[in-house]
């Protein structure tokens, strides 16, 4: 046997049964399970990779719930993958389902996905979708075929269309030499005076009756339209399409000398004149001769409608997976069920919808068709009736409709029995015993360490982002800040199981892959603040096997480390990891004294550091200033003798800063901001400094820079002035004196410090500065102060808001924050 000669269609009994699809397309699933109902073949050939032939019978499983795709992935190398994604509507699916519940042999017949996977990286281009996934090859739908691959395969050139003939791809005689590849069904629809793809195909293959008298019929007219683009555009610009069309010839003739012709193959209609076709045996053997290949590996895993989306950049995708799901689904009434379906939806969300907005939506989409010609509504006559009736012309609820029904997050699921890396089962596991199912949807988790469950729970997140397995991010808590309470921001997406694939190679267990690759990262960083963070990942992961190693190398180069900047941003990190230290019950003694003496060495070399900077450099130093000022306080909390004196210390280097000439103003104005909030400098000393600072003898931009340290920078410097109208009176008097020639340089610094400023504490300021000196009351320097303010805090009056402060920020005495509210208060 030389060549597949059988046409599809009514002429099936002179070769193998044909069956063209559009992949992912309701109608074409339908009409594939009523051509094999009349066919009966012997066995099924299905466009996909043939590793998958011994994963097949898993999809009779009743723990396997479409949509679920087919994950491959290079053993050496997994984050090499390519998926084949599978729903419930897509003709591939049915087929499979169909043979196996007749007993009989279905089989994958494309290019084998060794050689798919070594061609993305080595070979052959294909063009990369949004995602970076590699765009499949064409389809009916000449958008990418569904049943091939689209995966995590590394990116390579633009793969358009060659230079040649018909037979390569090229241009036909008198065809431009710029051809671009083809989407058959936009030509077909063209042809048919349509300006919308989809509603062409809409018309002619969903809205279709199932009652067809012949049910070859379609697929022998989508054949024939198929064929003559073939020959008007050749490959239309998939230059990959000649070898996998060669192997799939190649399988067809193999099960033909197995099963005979009683045979069936399902692919993309865009194939079919191409298997049709009469070439010798060793010609396309010649294509298929030194293809590249890798080993790999292939299972079964979850995939979501939303990934089958073409937005979410899968080449073969489909604007309206749920939709078509939907219409697939409905046995009678799809337009009805679906406007109920989109009413339930509106309702959870507090609309008022009714069943007569139901009825009357049902009428108006039957009008549109009939006005537009169409044989039913489609969707987007559904869509059209959804906004005027049930949204009133609003496309803020209508957008809701479209993201949860018309695209949806249905995910599907697939049976523990499924071949997977033992990575994979271990989350699973521990997905299972934490009660931390996946889902597509994103949802915020709150989580309480003092709960053994919230705990593991915790341990699990942090450990996966460690591994580069981005299920949950962490959130900002909207309730308590104890560093008991987490809250995290989940969502499931399928390429997260070639994320577990590729961190398989640190372990078999998560715990034990998460210590692996922490210790790795540990010896090969390069800065010390990137030990510093990971010594806080690794304490927040709970990954004691790997914090010695961390610790010695944290040691190692902090000890060799003179840059005061690397010193002062790798501190805060070490601070954090100690108070989740302490949370979670870590010893974290070695931890404790390796922070102690990178503070000291901060101490000593901060001041020389900040001598001589620019405005950017100042800036940066500034903002080093700042964090280890927050984490000398956290160090001294609840600290022993051994480091009781820090922030005396601390205190002492701020001092010096304050006072140095040769220091930029922005890190003066912030140190004496600092001294001031710490309670170590009495107001009217900072009143005074402002005064030197403020005088003529001072560059205006200078005073500008010193002001920016004092009440900017987010550090509530406006409330400050506020309640400090000396110190308000004192940027007044400076402002209104700074020399006109002078003003300009000056205003883009005081802008920036000003507008980080809430909009009520703005207006404020200008109240105050509109009604004058004479009105605030207040002396400009060395008077008894703004009136309305004792020259004493009250610590009687300010004890007395605590208990409010308390009921408004969600604390209690468990939290251990009443000392806070306290220090608050007073």
Do not use: N
Not at 208 to 219: I, K, M, Q, S
Not at 487 to 512: F, K
């Amino acid at each position: 046997m030389t060549g597949v000669d059988g046409p599809s269609g009514a002429a099936a009994d002179e070769g193998p049964l044909l069956l063209g699809v559009r992949h992912h397309g309701p109608g074409s699933a339908r009409a594939v399970r009523a051509a094999l109902d009349s066919a009966r073949p012997r066995a099924v050939l299905i466009e996909g990779p043939p590793e998958a032939d011994p994963l097949v019978p898993l999809a009779a499983d009743e723990e396997m719930r479409p949509p679920v795709a087919l994950l491959a992935h290079a053993v050496d190398e997994p984050g090499r993958s390519a998926f084949w994604p599978l729903a419930e509507f897509s003709p591939e699916w049915v087929a499979i389902r169909w043979a196996l519940e007749h007993g009989v042999p279905a089989r994958f017949i494309d290019l084998p996905a060794a050689h798919t996977l070594a061609w993305e990286g080595d070979g052959p281009a294909s063009r990369q979708g949004e995602t970076g996934e590699a765009e499949p090859e064409p389809s009916a739908d000449g958008r990418g075929d569904g049943a091939g691959p689209t995966g995590a395969a590394e990116p390579g050139p633009d793969g358009g269309p060659e230079d040649g003939g018909p037979e390569d791809g090229g241009p036909e005689d008198g065809e431009p030499e710029d051809t671009v590849r083809v989407d058959p069904i936009a030509v077909l629809a063209r042809t048919a005076g349509y300006d919308d793809p989809e509603r062409w195909w809409e018309d002619v293959v969903e809205h279709r009756g199932a009652g067809t008298a012949d049910a070859l019929a379609p697929f022998a007219v989508l054949d024939e339209a198929m064929g003559a683009l073939r020959e008007a555009y050749g490959t239309g610009g998939h230059e990959r399409d000649l070898v996998r069309e060669a192997y799939m010839r190649l399988q067809v003739r193999a099960a033909r000398r197995e099963f005979g012709r009683d045979v069936a193959v399902v692919c993309g209609a865009w194939h079919v004149p191409a298997l049709r076709r009469r070439t010798p045996v060793a010609a396309d053997r010649a294509l298929l001769k030194g293809l590249p290949r890798v080993k790999a590996d292939m299972t079964w895993v979850p995939w979501t409608h939303r990934r089958l989306s073409r937005a979410s950049g899968y080449g073969a995708g489909i604007d309206s997976p749920g939709w078509y799901g939907h219409l697939f689904a409905a046995s009678d009434r799809p337009v009805e069920r679906w406007l109920t379906r989109v009413a339930g939806l509106l309702r959870e969300e507090g609309r008022i919808v009714s069943s007569a907005h139901v009825i009357e939506a049902v009428r108006l989409a039957g009008t549109l068709a009939a006005l537009r010609g169409r044989p039913l509504p489609g969707l987007s006559e559904t869509t059209d009736a959804v906004r005027a009736v049930m949204c009133e012309g609003s496309d803020v609820p209508l957008a809701l409709v479209h993201d949860r029904l018309v695209v949806g997050d249905v995910l599907g699921e697939v049976p523990v029995s499924a071949p997977a890396v033992p990575l994979q089962r271990d989350l699973t596991r521990l997905q299972k015993r934490l009660r931390l199912k996946p889902e597509p949807q994103e949802r915020e988790l709150e989580l309480d360490l003092r709960r053994e469950t919230d705990a593991g729970r915790s341990r699990l997140l942090h450990r996966l982002r460690l591994l580069g397995i981005g299920w949950g991010e962490p959130a900002v808590s909207r309730g308590s800040t104890g560093t008991f309470r987490e809250t995290w921001r989940l969502r499931w997406d399928p390429e997260l199981a070639v994320r577990v694939a590729e961190a398989g190679v640190w372990g078999t267990t998560v715990l034990g892959a998460a210590t692996a690759k922490a210790e790795a990262e540990a010896v090969a960083a390069q800065a010390l603040a990137e030990v510093t963070a990971l010594a806080e990942r690794c304490l927040r992961a709970e990954l004691s096997d790997a914090l010695p190693v961390v610790m010695r190398v944290l040691a190692d180069r902090a000890a060799l480390d003179a840059d005061v900047g690397h010193l002062a941003q790798a501190l805060p990190a070490l601070v954090r990891a100690l108070r989740y230290g302490d949370v979670r019950g870590t010893d974290t003694r070695a931890l404790a004294e390796v922070a102690t003496g990178l503070a000291e060495r901060v101490f000593v070399g901060l001041p020389p550091a900040c001598a001589a900077l620019d405005a950017e450099a100042a800036e940066e130093m500034r903002r080093h200033l700042d964090a280890v000022h927050g984490a000398v306080g956290l160090l001294e909390e609840g600290a022993g003798a051994a480091r009781g004196g820090l922030r005396v210390r601390w205190c002492s280097v701020l001092r010096v800063l304050s006072g140095r000439d040769t220091v930029p103003g922005v890190i003066r104005g912030r140190a004496v901001r600092l001294l001031l909030d710490d309670g170590e400098l009495a107001q009217a000393e900072s009143a005074r400094l402002m005064g030197l600072v403020l005088s003529p003898g001072t560059a205006p931009a200078d005073a500008a820079a010193w002001i920016e340290g004092f009440v900017g920078g987010g550090s509530g410097g406006g409330m400050l002035l506020v309640h400090d109208e000396r110190l308000l009176g004192l940027v007044d008097a400076w402002l209104t004196g700074v020399p006109a020639d002078a003003f300009t340089d000056v205003l883009p610094l005081l802008r920036r410090t000003f507008s980080a400023y809430e909009p009520g504490v703005r207006r404020t300021l200008g109240e105050l500065v509109r009604r004058g000196p004479g009105a605030r009351g207040g002396a400009v320097a060395g008077g008894s102060g703004p009136s309305g303010f004792a020259v004493e805090r009250d610590a009687g009056r300010a004890d007395a808001v605590v208990p409010v402060l308390r009921l408004l920020l969600g604390a209690d005495a468990a939290d251990g924050g009443a000392d806070d509210l306290v220090g608050v208060g007073r």
